[in-house]
């Protein structure tokens, strides 16, 4: 090799360095693809990072919690004395976007009410940062749109926190449909609720995602796609109440009910609710049904078929572990996620529709 040549090979080394170096979407994804492990920080720390994801945290093996962001001084104390949090990891509403100079943080969990998922999920990304979202994905359609074109534009991963997806109970009896086993789905009837008796909790506050239908409704819909193994073609009739409307005001859903026809005229009676405890699914098919109850506790998922028992006993909150777990090893592999921002634009135009038929009292065309 001549003097010529090598000293253009060492500059375009060089400059390729450069290059990587400053870019974040490619020096992050090529830091992921070499961590054991992978830094995740918890955007809000309500009950459910509180008392499942911080927990689950502890059990992963693909990804540990390395950071937070809250706006309350005093539970950034708490945090960081019991998981040994350094400060340097630790965030605010006002300095999250400085988040993108942290190279301990490779995954974002936004959990937060919903009317706020939009806005941290776009920030993460433009962050540098790959994005886990809670479901449900977000207030309308449009805004899961902006978020999953976000994080396509900054080659960032989304997905949404649908643990079921990951919950070997569901799993099993997703066979069960997919390979059509009892044969072909003749019909579905799913029920996803409980007796919440707060009054002013993000959920009975409309402008902030509240109402069941958003919240619990998003696992009834789950229960009728994956449960037919198709989309919706259009929901043929819907209706929302409330038994406490001093709570439940201004149109915001107590208890939401819906009828889904799907390909072939199949038909899924779903109801969803923050003032009854239910929660079941039953598929019929060809050849016997497949009954789920509980079907989407964060323990206890249990059914059986003509096939028999389905029952992989664990303890909470192993859901979340395995969430976590593949959806980091996804990351680090450079593969789809199980459960991609699109699966939660899917159910959000579902949500979306079925509101429209119980305001108009007619039937929506998906």
């Not at 170096?21 to 918890?42: E, I, N, T, Y």
């Not at 190279?103 to 706020?116: E, G, N, R, T």
């Not at 649908?162 to 069960?176: A, G, K, S």
Request: proline letters at 5%; glycine letters at 8%.
């Amino acid at each position: 090799m001549n003097n010529i040549s090598r000293r253009k090979l060492i500059r375009d080394i060089t400059l390729g360095s450069a290059a990587l170096l400053h870019s974040p979407a490619l020096f992050s994804f090529s830091s992921c693809k070499q961590k054991d492990k992978l830094g995740v920080a918890l955007v809000g720390l309500g009950y459910y990072s509180t008392d499942l994801l911080a927990p689950a945290l502890q059990q992963t093996k693909e990804c540990y919690l390395a950071g937070i962001v809250t706006g309350t001084p005093a539970k950034a104390e708490t945090w960081k004395k019991k998981y040994n949090i350094p400060d340097k990891n630790i965030y605010n509403y006002g300095n999250f976007d400085s988040i993108a100079n942290n190279p301990d943080i490779d995954v974002v969990y936004i959990v937060l009410p919903p009317s706020m998922h939009h806005e941290y999920v776009i920030r993460a990304a433009n962050a540098g940062k790959h994005v886990w979202c809670e479901k449900p994905m977000a207030m309308t359609a449009k805004e899961c749109q902006e978020m999953i074109d976000a994080c396509n534009k900054n080659k960032r991963s989304l997905a949404i926190g649908y643990r079921m997806h990951h919950e070997p109970n569901t799993q099993d009896w997703r066979r069960l449909v997919k390979e059509q086993l009892l044969g072909k789905v003749k019909k579905l009837n799913c029920a996803a609720g409980y007796f919440d008796n707060r009054s002013d909790h993000w959920k009975q506050k409309k402008e902030m995602g509240g109402g069941a239908l958003y919240d619990m409704g998003v696992y009834a819909i789950q229960g009728a796609r994956l449960g037919t193994n198709m989309e919706p073609v259009s929901i043929v009739s819907a209706s929302i109440s409330t038994t406490r409307p001093h709570i439940y005001k201004n149109g915001l859903d107590e208890t939401s009910i819906a009828t889904l026809e799907f390909p072939g005229g199949v038909k899924a009676e779903i109801k969803t609710s923050f003032g009854e405890n239910t929660n079941f699914l039953d598929i019929t098919c060809d050849k016997g049904s497949i009954n789920m109850s509980p079907y989407s506790n964060y323990n206890g998922i249990k059914g059986k078929s003509p096939l028999g028992e389905i029952h992989f006993p664990y303890e909470v909150p192993r859901q979340q572990a395995l969430q976590m777990d593949d959806d980091a090893r996804s990351i680090k592999a450079g593969t789809p996620m199980l459960v991609p921002g699109e699966e939660g634009l899917r159910d959000i135009r579902i949500v979306e529709a079925i509101y429209q038929s119980a305001y108009t009292g007619k039937p929506v065309s998906l």
